[in-house]
């Protein structure tokens, strides 16, 4: 059972290149997250998506983008890459409903440097 | 946003110990999770909170969720070496329309001194 599946898990980038980080998930899951880490903080929320054909912004959506075409696949575009978005990566997933055991599952991480 | 105070910061114990850390937010929330994030991995789940006053254990982690809703601590019995890592608690809000917002707070980092 791979769970959440992030590709690649480490890159470096060039100030304004662009790149994708991939994500997949294999549990059927409805939502999915993209979240950043950076160091000693929390993680903030980019972007979520509430089903395939859906997404929205998170608390720090400026600088990525994101598409769900598919349940599985839920991409983070990086356009322009800037300093600032060196970070940690994470995506994540949950299912739907309201009772107990609805708990959200990360993936490894990517770990981003723009230079 | 919702903020989560999540204390302590960093912490270093003997190997043996008791730890215990809390998070403690000024709005309320229906569900708390903690998580473990050991370097260069994604966090894990360690447990789940559904319901106010809500005491649950896992191994030697016990957690509970706050009565009030807004707080909830994270206790670790008998430290381990392995136990080293990065503790974060998040809050759970449901926000309609099947909308959950999820906050973290800032991470407790715990060293296992053997």
């Known amino acids: 059972n791979a769970g959440v599946t992030q590709t690649p898990k480490f890159r470096i980038l060039k100030i304004g290149q662009s790149m994708t980080l991939q994500c997949a998930q294999d549990m059927n899951h409805n939502y999915m997250y993209w979240y950043r880490q950076d160091p000693g903080m929390g993680l903030k929320l980019i972007y979520y998506s509430v089903g395939a054909g859906i997404t929205d912004k998170g608390e720090v959506p400026n600088g990525y983008n994101v598409s769900r075409s598919t349940t599985e696949d839920f991409p983070l575009r990086l356009e322009l890459a800037a300093p600032s978005q060196t970070s940690v990566y994470f995506c994540?997933?949950?299912?739907?409903?309201?009772?107990?055991?609805?708990?959200?599952?990360f993936g490894e991480g990517s770990w981003l440097t723009v230079v | 946003g919702q903020q989560l105070n999540q204390s302590p910061q960093s912490m270093f114990i003997q190997e043996g110990e008791d730890v215990s850390m809390n998070c403690t937010s000024s709005s309320i929330f229906n569900t708390w999770l903690w998580y473990k994030q050991d370097p260069g991995e994604g966090p894990v789940l360690l447990i789940a909170?559904?319901?106010?006053?809500e005491l649950t254990s896992n191994g030697r982690l016990t957690a509970q969720f706050g009565i009030t809703r807004k707080d909830s601590f994270l206790n670790i019995s008998a430290s381990i070496p392995s136990d080293v890592g990065i503790y974060f608690c998040?809050?759970?809000?449901?926000?309609?329309?099947?909308?959950?917002?999820?906050?973290f707070g800032k991470g407790t980092k715990l060293s296992v001194i053997p």
């Open positions: 998040a809050g759970q809000l449901y926000s309609g329309a099947g909308s959950y917002q999820l906050t």
């Open positions: 909170l559904y319901k106010a006053g």
């Open positions: 994540a997933s949950r299912n739907r409903g309201l009772i107990s055991g609805n708990t959200i599952y």
